[in-house]
């Protein structure tokens, strides 16, 4: 999608993982905000955005990025329930946030997926420091790039 800088909405997570207590996007207010949508059973999740998310969470200084992962589930629901995406997560060794996406009223597609229109997984949004979207990218983006975005948002006053 691009650049954009509008309010982000808010998460809708029935679990969360990696975390004492819920995270509420607006006690995240003045760091970046890497929103990554994966699935456990999606190729593309598991090759390039998992191992991404984990370099960001590795890269950066936690006082300014904060890494949250989403799984939201649109398909093979039985077989992606929250005890296997523990399991997941363990095997594939994320330290960051992971909270599971709540299901849809009456739709396969989850709220969060759908309060930020997504088209699949692996999604990655960008929050700027303020809150606001600042890049949504469906399927893979490149790490030199993906950084460069992230270095800017860093860079801007808080």
Known sequence: M????EPAP???ISQWFNTATP???????GRVVVLHAFQMLCPGCVIHGVPQATLIHDGFSASDVAVIGIHTVFEHHEAMMPHALEVFIHEYRIRFPVGVD??????????T???YEMRGTPTLILL???GRIYHHQFGRIDDLRL????GQLISEAA
């Open 23 to 29: 995270i509420d996007l607006a006690s995240l207010r």
């Open 147 to 150: 950084g460069a975005l992230i």
């Open 102 to 111: 709540m299901p849809g009223s009456g739709s396969p597609i989850p709220k």
């Open 10 to 12: 808010a998460l809708h």
């Open 113 to 115: 997926m759908e309060a």
């Open 2 to 5: 691009g650049l954009i800088r």
């Open 128 to 130: 700027d420091r303020q």
